[in-house]
């Protein structure tokens, strides 16, 4: 009867395990597994009886500041859950995609159904720690990570932590391109600019809508900024201030040597790492704490495990960014897609607010109009689609085949005429679209999977990405009126001819050449946040008596004003590392 009663618990006990794990039952072994992130993935998925075991990468070619640093996270998560029915990581959705369907592959071939494991579910941990350190910086995009940087430089410790499983926010979606006022390599290049210059360029974009106290410092410290970057810290810009765009008199933007905003975010990564900063990912800040007022830390989780931090400081510099995914967005702009961070939760304004800080601009957002629509969302092209016009005979035309604008013109002139067009497009001839696709698939703005999908598609997706050999036969393809287009092309060959654009003054250099030609349309789209919270000249949270709140700073996209009514091209990067590096060294002086 005992060995009856031991035999019938030994089998609840096991069912209860195989249970546990999932119900699973595999052919162990090693088996590989292939699937396309933004390049081919393989995995070598090792599996025992019961469980999958190990989780190797073989061969990945996914961004290494994005899906790269997550790679090892959502191994984790998927031996934990023993299971790839699963989230994506916002923000690496391409590459968590990847992970799974490559594992998925594996599990197939292993004879198992990976639609018929039941994620476990994770413990939440009653694991909590205390951590001190001069300076607690919140978000790890190009604000926080310069501000560390500059505290670091002067001798303080500081703590980054960012609640994604990898660094960067907006910052490594942009396309590093920085406004940078003043740098070595303008006078190097006989550029004459001035703060004065910069500052009145940047408030004309603005509408005059600005808050002068950030965009002066941006204006005044932004070279600065990148030459610190640059020279001393070995982060790594292009020696040129590249051509004037059509908001500013003189070229002052300079673009990571690393390549797009990811590659100026590994940049940063890796001096943090070199310089001993310690950074801690997938923990997100929810709470700032006071002693009498004083604000000297920040209660955050970790978002897998549940784990709570009490960090202490003496100065907390709030970088979560901007709020475009957040309810604080005008709902009128609901109706575009949005192209920016989903972490931009405006965090860093939930934190404030109970300690009096005051909001500014909160309705304006910056709609801009390069890019395309992928899915609900969008991405930006901007320096592609801007390199087509430039260096190809490229021109945007509406639905009527008709140009609508000089398509190098302002922003705020160009923008609102996309918007009252209702549908844009973009006619490049091959030369055009060849370099257009293969820039923005080396940006990692979209993959070659994807681009090979929406050119198949033809024009009959949501990506409007048409082609066919002749002008007449791919304006027919996406409803463009055909003889329209053609007119319209013959007339731009004309201005080019002539070395004049008679209707909107574009700079013409080059007509449009040989076919296939391209229609791809250009969507209206919302992601940068123009307002925040108000900060004074050392980058001070203050209240509405304009007294600053004792120990709470703000940098980046999370402050407000800094870019008036608009968006001045290459000024959201320029702020994020100029704010960062003025944040650093302010606190640094409160604090000493
Ligand atoms: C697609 C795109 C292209 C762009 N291109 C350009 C360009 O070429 N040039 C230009 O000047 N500007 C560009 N911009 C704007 C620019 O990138 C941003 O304004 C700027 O980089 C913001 O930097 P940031 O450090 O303030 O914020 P982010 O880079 O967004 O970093 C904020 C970080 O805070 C983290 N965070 C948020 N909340 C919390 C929390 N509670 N706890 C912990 N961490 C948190 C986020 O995960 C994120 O990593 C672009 C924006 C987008 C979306």
């Known amino acids: 009867m005992k060995k009856v009663c031991a035999m019938l618990l030994a089998l609840a006990l096991l069912t209860f395990a195989v249970a546990a794990m999932g119900e699973n039952a595999f052919k162990a072994g090693t088996y590989s597994g292939e699937a396309t992130g933004m390049g081919k993935l393989v995995v070598s998925v090792t599996l025992s009886d019961t469980a999958i075991e190990s989780i190797e990468v073989v061969e990945s070619n996914e ?14 998560r998927v031996l934990a859950a023993q299971s790839t029915q699963l989230d994506t990581v916002s923000g690496a959705t391409v590459t968590s995609n990847a992970l799974y369907e490559a594992v998925n592959a594996a599990l197939v071939s292993a004879g198992a159904d990976p639609a018929a494991l039941v994620p476990v579910e994770a413990e939440v941990s009653q694991e909590s720690e205390e951590i001190s350190c001069d300076v607690i910086i919140v978000g790890a995009g190009g604000a926080g990570m310069s501000a560390a ?3 670091n430089e002067l001798g303080y410790t500081a703590i980054v932590i960012d609640k994604q499983a990898f660094v960067g ?43 002068a ?30 051509s004037a765009s059509a908001e500013y008199s003189v070229g002052r933007a300079r673009t990571s040597v690393t390549g797009s905003g990811a590659g100026l975010c590994e940049d940063l990564k890796n001096k943090l790492e070199e310089k001993g900063v310690r950074l801690i990912l997938n923990t997100r800040a929810y709470e700032l704490t006071d002693t009498d007022g004083v604000v000297d830390g920040v209660l955050a989780r970790d978002v897998n495990t549940g784990k709570e931090y009490r960090f202490h400081a003496k100065a907390v510099l709030l970088a979560t960014g901007g709020y475009c995914y957040s309810d604080y967005i005008d709902p009128s702009l609901l109706s575009l897609p949005n192209s920016g961070s989903k972490a931009n939760t405006g965090d860093g304004i939930e934190m404030a607010l109970p300690y009096g800080a005051v909001l500014q601009n909160m309705d304006m957002v910056a709609v801009a109009g390069h890019g395309i629509r992928i899915g609900d969302t969008a991405h930006h092209t901007q320096g592609q689609s801007k390199n087509a016009y430039k260096t190809t005979g490229a021109i ?5 085949g008709r140009r609508i604008e000089n398509e190098l013109g302002r922003h705020a002139d160009l923008f609102p005429k996309m918007k009252e067009a209702g549908r844009t497009f973009m006619l490049m001839d091959e030369a055009g679209f060849k370099a257009y696709a293969e820039s923005c698939v080396k940006a990692n703005f979209f993959t070659q999977e994807q681009l090979d999908t929406w050119l198949e598609e033809n024009g009959t997706g949501v990506t409007v990405m048409a082609h066919a050999d002749t002008i007449e036969e791919v304006a027919n393809i996406v409803g463009v009126n055909a003889e329209n287009l053609l007119d319209e092309v013959a007339r731009y060959t004309s ?26 349309e250009q969507c209206l789209r919302y992601s940068t946040t123009l307002g925040g919270i108000t900060i004074n000249k050392d980058l001070a949270v203050v209240d509405s ?28 990067v320029g702020w994020a590392l100029t704010s960062g590096m003025l944040a650093g060294e302010s606190i640094v002086n409160a604090i000493q």
Do not use: H
């Open 63 to 76: 961004t290494p500041s994005i899906g790269g640093a997550i790679m090892e996270d959502l191994i984790a």
């Open 149 to 151: 940087l500059k505290v």
């Open 169 to 211: 926010g907006a910052t490594a979606m942009s396309s590093s391109s920085a406004l940078a006022q003043g740098t070595r390599v303008q006078a190097e290049n006989g550029v004459i600019d001035s703060p004065e210059l910069c500052m009145q360029e940047l408030l004309v974009v603005g509408d005059y809508e600005n808050d």
């Open 213 to 242: 106290t950030p965009t002066w410092l941006l204006a005044r410290y932004s070279g600065e900024a990148i030459d610190w970057l640059n020279d001393d810290m070995g982060v790594l810009f292009n020696e040129s201030v590249g």
């Open 396 to 400: 945007l035309v509406n639905m009527d």
């Open 495 to 520: 201005f080019v001819e002539k070395g004049v654009d008679e209707d909107f003054g574009r700079e013409v250099s080059v007509a449009l050449g040989d076919g296939p030609y391209y229609l791809v």
């Open 545 to 572: 008596m304009n007294a600053p709140i004792p120990g709470l700073y703000a940098a980046g996209e999370l402050v407000g004003g800094v870019f008036g009514a608009n968006f001045p091209p290459s000024s959201g």
